[in-house]
């Protein structure tokens, strides 16, 4: 099965909880990144793990925190949840040299914090 | 701030037409510039990129065309169809290529 998998595709959540977004990898890819998409708004890079390492990571605090397993599915979690978390979560799996062959996407979590 | 800046934030083209979006960059070290296709409900898909080895790549009706010394990109969708309506980004990443910038997104609708 192709593609990148993301769950749940829906979640709402209420402000100082905790909450934890799932992504299964394209097969063979070995690299995934995690980014927030704010509504009208681009991506904005969260971090990225490679071999079960992050390998780099955006402005984000340090409640946004990850883990990449040996089958290469990963997972964010976000704690002390706050109203700016309103956002749709996006799993980009990749070759490690992303160049040639790009992210692929899945179609993102989308998560509201009340 | 906003490391690639995208224009226009909305585009109206007739069925036929060249659809043409922008984007300009200021740190010299990205070497990989991409373009994303994303429809309601889905992320983003990968539509064509470049290297600035390069000032021009082709792929079907989707051309990038690179200026290295203004800094600057842009993606020209050739006979433009209602099909391509959607929203593009355009990205920047530099050497490994671990963070992709993106704009902030131009929203594309191709009138019959």
């Known amino acids: 099965e192709t593609g990148v998998t993301q769950s749940p595709t829906h979640l709402i959540k209420t402000r100082g909880q905790q909450v934890t977004l799932r992504c299964s990898s394209q097969s063979g890819h070995n690299t995934v990144s995690w980014y927030q998409q704010a509504l009208g708004q681009g991506p904005q890079f969260i971090f990225q793990?490679?071999?079960?390492?992050?390998?780099g990571r955006g402005n984000f605090p340090p409640r946004f925190s990850g883990l990449q397993f040996p089958n290469y599915s990963s997972e964010l979690n976000v704690n002390a949840l706050e109203l700016d978390d309103s956002a749709l979560y996006l799993c980009a799996s990749s070759l490690r040299d992303v160049y040639d062959y790009g992210y692929t996407f899945g179609s993102g979590t989308r998560l509201t914090v009340v | 701030q906003q490391q690639v800046k995208q224009s226009p934030q909305s585009l109206i083209v007739q069925k036929g037409g060249i659809s043409i979006i922008n984007c300009a960059y200021e740190n010299t070290a990205f070497d990989y510039f991409p373009w994303y296709q994303q429809f309601p409900g889905k992320g983003p898909a990968l539509l064509i990129a470049i290297r600035p080895d390069v000032s021009e790549k082709k792929e079907g009706r989707f051309t990038i065309s690179f200026n290295k010394s203004a800094k600057q990109f842009s993606l020209h969708i050739m006979d433009s169809q209602p099909g391509d309506s959607a929203t593009y980004f355009c990205?920047?990443?530099?050497?490994?290529?671990?963070?992709?910038?993106f704009g902030t997104g131009t929203s594309l609708t191709v009138i019959p």
């Open positions: 793990y490679y071999r079960e390492e992050e390998n």
């Open positions: 990205a920047a990443s530099i050497n490994t290529g671990n963070q992709f910038y």
